[in-house]
């Protein structure tokens, strides 16, 4: 059974930079693409980026010039860089797998597929900033 | 502000049916496939509906997807008192290159 499970630093320091660590456990990394998603205190869900096995990033717009993604193969562990935090960065951070499923089978029986995001979540670890 | 559009709450008294909408625009719910999740109180979100209707075979099938051009809908029928949650929908959206999420709808099991 595959898990996820988030690790870092509860309290981080304003200007300060996050790091957390999501490492994989009881299945394979290859295949997928794994994802950084916050909630801040009693609101909704933000994306903040993705990055697949061989190290290709996706960042949220809104995040772009501030957070890096990195993927350690060896280790099944996804790390997560945001610099400059304040307050507003202050959230529930999971990490989360994106998957595929089929959609249909072309003519000569080759499945198309498309992503299945978020398929799996870790628990989460809080995140507090401040001085 | 979140980029697709839910009611914050919605509710219903046990066996009643509720529809929690989504909206969004021709570059998310208009042209993706839209997926919801379920976060009950204290948890991680879980996968409830992928590719506009389809269930995970963990989810009842009280629990039904549905998507009219840039619009989507989660139906519970059969209400019962574990089902209250905080429901997301979520899309990949074509101008942000990412996927985006809805502001989430609290639903209360009266």
């Known amino acids: 059974q595959v898990q996820l499970q988030e690790s870092g630093p509860g309290l981080v320091r304003p200007s300060e930079t996050l790091s957390l660590t999501c490492t994989v456990s009881?299945?394979?990394?290859?295949?997928?693409?794994w994802n950084w998603i916050r909630q801040p205190p009693g609101t909704g869900l933000e994306w903040i980026g993705s990055?697949?096995?061989?190290?290709?990033?996706n960042y949220s717009p809104s995040l772009k010039s501030r957070v890096s993604m990195s993927l350690d193969t060896s280790k099944k562990q996804l790390s997560l860089r945001l610099t400059s935090v304040t307050a507003a960065d202050a959230a529930l951070y999971f990490c989360?797998?994106?998957?595929?499923?089929?959609?249909?089978?072309?003519?000569?029986?080759?499945?198309?597929?498309?992503?299945?995001?978020?398929?799996?979540w870790g628990r989460g670890t809080l995140v507090t900033v401040s001085s | 502000q979140s980029v697709l559009t839910q009611p914050p709450s919605a509710s219903g008294t046990p066996g009643q049916s509720v529809t929690i909408s989504c909206s969004g625009t021709?570059?998310?719910?208009?042209?993706?496939?839209v997926f919801w999740y379920q976060q009950l109180p204290g948890t991680a979100p879980k996968l409830f509906i992928y590719?506009?209707?389809q269930r995970p075979s963990r989810v009842p099938d009280r629990f039904s997807g549905s998507k009219s051009g840039t619009s989507a809908s989660l139906a519970i029928s059969g209400l019962r008192s574990e089902d209250e949650a905080d429901y997301y929908c979520?899309?990949?959206?074509?101008?942000?290159?990412?996927?985006?999420f809805g502001g989430g709808t609290k639903l209360t099991v009266l």
């Open positions: 009881g299945g394979t990394i290859r295949s997928y693409y």
């Open positions: 990055i697949d096995y061989s190290g290709n990033t």
């Open positions: 590719g506009d209707d």
């Open positions: 979520a899309a990949w959206d074509d101008t942000l290159s990412g996927p985006v």
């Open positions: 989360a797998r994106t998957g595929d499923y089929v959609t249909s089978y072309l003519a000569w029986g080759a499945p198309r597929t498309a992503p299945l995001f978020f398929d799996l």
């Open positions: 021709s570059s998310n719910i208009g042209s993706n496939h």
